[in-house]
T-cell receptor
């Protein structure tokens, strides 16, 4: 079975500061990893994904994540937070042969203060 | 290209009532799924389908039914609503490959009194 742990249900940063949202995964097969963002009262949209190509993945809105197999991590970063980054972020994992379901973490709400 | 659409956006039910949440996609995706989102619990999979006529249970299927008669539509039925089903429901679709992006609808906010 696969699972994802997101450390910290809330993360607060100041505008212009580094954003770091943590995600650790558990998978018995090589994983595919995803970060989704949910803005208030909206559905989820894909930020970026790792599908076994480059370990450093760049996504939309200046976000990136690095797959570290030794640490079973896929943390999301952005060098400089913007007010518009305030949202909830979900890490998700799938993987294996045949049809694979997507398993989500519990989410991290990012708060950005001026 | 509308993507994934859901209706209604908001719904209030009384305990014991039944209703159907509608979901449609126009991307010819084989896979469709329903999630519920509750505070602090992330998204939990209710039911999913890998093609017309094929459905299966997810993590929290009790109290919900689904069917998939066409590729485009995947309705979720609440048979007898309970307050524990108060939640935000999201429909999603993607191709069958596990590396493909999953697209989400805008959600239905359901309150059961």
């Amino acid at each position: 079975a696969q699972s994802v742990t997101q450390l910290g249900s809330h993360v607060s940063v100041s505008e212009g500061a580094l954003v770091l949202l943590r995600c650790n995964y558990s998978s018995s097969v090589p994983p595919y990893l995803f970060w989704y963002v949910q803005y208030p009262n909206q559905g989820l949209q894909l930020l970026l994904k790792y599908t076994s190509a480059a370990t450093l993945v760049k996504g939309i809105n200046g976000f990136e994540a690095e797959f570290k197999k030794s640490e079973t991590s896929f943390h999301l970063t952005k060098p400089s937070a913007h007010m518009s980054d305030a949202a909830e972020y979900f890490c998700a994992v799938s993987g294996g042969t045949g049809f694979q379901k997507l398993v989500f973490g519990t989410g991290t709400r990012l708060l950005v203060s001026p | 290209n509308a993507g994934v659409t859901q209706t209604p956006k908001f719904q209030v039910l009384k305990t014991g009532q039944s209703m159907t949440l509608q979901c449609a996609q126009d991307m010819n995706h084989e896979y469709m799924s329903w999630y519920r989102q509750d505070p602090g619990m992330g998204l939990r999979l209710i039911h999913y389908s890998v093609g017309a006529g094929i459905t299966d249970q997810g993590e929290v299927p009790n109290g919900y039914n689904v069917s998939r008669s066409t590729t485009e539509d995947f309705p979720l039925r609440l048979l007898s609503a309970a307050p524990s089903q108060t939640s935000v429901y999201f429909c999603a679709s993607r191709p069958l490959s596990g590396t493909d992006t999953q697209y989400f609808g805008p959600g239905t906010r359901l309150t059961v009194l």
